[in-house]
């Protein structure tokens, strides 16, 4: 027994335990024992695995618990984290993706089982992020190669889980300065290269602005420059022949593409190679921001995967026209997400040459450039927009759609996309180099290009009103409408003829046309909201409505029920071409 003045009356025996040690050589298990004079005994350190820290504890945005760990590159001797899914440690997908990043696992299983033992007990326990999207991630832009470009507050505390099998494409090559110079330089006065750049700039402020997915479709002859366009944009990023993406693919591949590019620029060159159908898909898919719902294994669905991404496009036709080239339709809301701008101008995609003999040679400059100058303005970007307030970017945004005529809700929904891409581009003037208005200027340039071609009337609008043109163009004259009192003889009978009662119209030549309504509902139409467009044809002035007010359709004796047309052409392009 001890006397109560003994020192060592104060402290409980400690007993000696086995424990990890982590060096630069390695990852130690040290067992211990206690001989028969109760001396601890070492014994000699287990090599486990290269070196291997534990730097905190990570979690998902679907709860997922993670290790978060630290070593250095064997060949790089660069400093390296990664987070480790507690769930994986201890099984055959943990050590291989150890090896996988060049680390030496042991082999055992007694050696293996004290690493795992390890990887899920030991080290510190710091909170960390851990996420699969790049983009804005706890106020930190993390590219898609995982690198997070932040302050290092932010920095240290997420960690990118995602797919960085494009990590060698998000590299820098050359100076921001080289870039200004041998790049953006040459944008301006050339309204479709700010478009491509100001579009890349733009993906960034998708989240800050909470503004919704899209992007725009670039369309002209081949070799026009587009692709050109594309690049420059791509060159914001990285290695633009490296990031560019092609219209071929599937459906769940280009919802990968776009989660992969999460809160940056995805562009698709070349549509014509793509079947109509995953155009169509693509539209709705990716622009909208959801992958489609998917069953998992263990019953139950999958975890949905979301993203904000800005799409750049090219091809020969615009969109609307390619797709009914092949039969198929393109509706409203894929307009809305991606609306078609022409290319063509007087040299190619530009206005302006800069000193160069054509438009090739200047095409050739920019691709050879962007191959050699890349990656630095995002850097650059991303660092400036978290020292930027929220209210700076809306005033920017907002200073935009002030120069616009007034439009309606589709019309106004795509001038906001090009708000954002003028925004960005006067945001990043000492980015770009570009002096102050010159990316309004060319995107406001491209705004009024495409308003020249859509009008700011709604795009179902103009296509209800677009198909009656169409179909009167070809048959108003023809004998598919019979004269009023003679009886139809064409097989393809549409109706009748006759000139119009109004006295003031019929001394201008102008005839009531009476349609059957299945040609209307079913040839014209094609299967469209017949009630909604007769409302649509009647308030172009086009579509006459009888007096009673009830229906649309006329009754003439012995001969059925019609809709009446004043004229073969809508009344505002009476007396045009």
């Not at 004079?37 to 998902?60: A, H, T």
């Not at 609307?320 to 339709?329: F, L, Q, S, V």
Request: overall charge neutral; charged content about 20%.
């Amino acid at each position: 027994m001890k006397a109560a003045n003994d020192p060592a009356a104060d402290f409980e025996p400690v007993a000696a335990r086995p424990y990890f040690e982590c060096k630069s050589s390695g990852v130690y298990y040290i067992h211990t024992e206690t001989d028969k004079d109760g001396r601890i005994i070492e014994k000699p350190p287990l090599r486990l695995s290269d070196g291997l820290e534990l730097i905190g504890r990570g979690i998902d945005a679907n709860g997922g618990h993670y290790r978060v760990i630290r070593w250095r590159d064997a060949l790089t001797r660069q400093s390296k984290t990664a987070a480790l899914a507690m769930a994986d440690i201890g099984t055959p997908p943990c050590w291989q993706r150890l090896q996988g990043y060049g680390l030496t696992v042991m082999s055992g299983r007694r050696k293996r089982e004290l690493l795992a033992d390890y990887l899920q007990t030991d080290g510190k326990t710091t909170p960390y992020t851990v996420t699969s999207k790049a983009g804005w991630q706890s106020g930190a832009y993390i590219l898609p190669s995982g690198e997070i470009l932040s302050d290092g507050l932010k920095a240290s505390r997420v960690i990118y889980n995602g797919d960085t099998s494009q990590a060698p494409a998000y590299t820098q090559s050359g100076t921001l300065q080289d870039w200004q110079q041998h790049i953006a330089r040459y944008a301006a006065g050339n309204s479709r290269l700010l478009l491509a750049i100001g579009t890349a700039l733009a993906a960034p402020l998708l989240h800050l602005l909470d503004e919704q997915n899209g992007g725009f479709h670039i369309y002209g002859d081949s070799s026009d420059g587009k692709t050109t366009a594309a690049l420059v944009g791509l060159s914001v990023y990285g290695s633009p022949n490296a990031l560019k993406a092609a219209w071929r693919g599937t459906d769940l591949g280009f919802s990968n593409l776009a989660l992969a590019r999460n809160d940056g620029l995805l562009v698709l060159d070349e549509i014509g190679e793509a079947h109509p159908r995953t155009v169509s898909k693509t539209a709705y898919s990716v622009i909208n921001g959801k992958s489609k719902t998917q069953g998992a294994k263990d019953g139950g669905n999958r975890e949905g995967q979301e993203w904000r991404v800005l799409l750049f496009s090219t091809g020969e036709y615009a969109l609307k026209n390619y797709m009914e080239r092949a039969g198929e339709t393109w509706e409203a809301g894929q307009n809305v997400r991606l609306p078609s701008i022409p290319a063509a101008t007087l040299h190619g995609i530009y206005e302006n040459l800069h000193g160069f003999p054509n438009g090739a040679a200047l095409s050739d400059h920019l691709k050879a450039a962007a191959q050699q100058y890349h990656g630095t303005a995002i850097r650059a970007w991303a660092a400036k927009l978290q020292t930027l307030s929220a209210d700076t970017i809306r005033a920017a945004f907002a200073a935009f759609l002030a120069t616009l005529p007034e439009l309606n809700g589709q019309a106004y929904r795509i001038a906001r996309r090009f708000a954002l891409a003028a925004a960005a581009l006067e945001l990043a003037a000492d980015i770009t180099g570009l002096p102050a208005g010159i990316g309004t200027a060319g995107i406001k340039q491209c705004f009024d290009d495409w308003l020249a071609v859509n009008g700011t009337g709604k795009y179902e609008d103009n296509e209800i009103i677009k198909r009656m043109a169409d179909f009167m163009n070809r048959f108003a004259d023809s004998p598919r409408f019979a004269q009023w009192n003679d009886p139809y003889t064409d097989r393809n009978h549409a109706g009748y003829r006759r000139p119009s009662p109004d006295a003031a119209l019929n001394a201008a030549g102008i005839d009531e046309f009476w349609i059957i309504p299945p040609v209307l509902a079913d040839e014209i139409l094609n299967g469209a909201d017949i009630f909604k467009a007769c409302i649509v044809l009647h308030k172009s002035g086009w579509l006459i409505r009888p007096e009673n007010g009830r229906g649309w359709k006329f009754q003439r004796k012995n001969k059925g029920r019609f809709y009446v047309f004043q004229g073969a052409e809508p009344p505002e392009t009476d007396g045009q071409e």
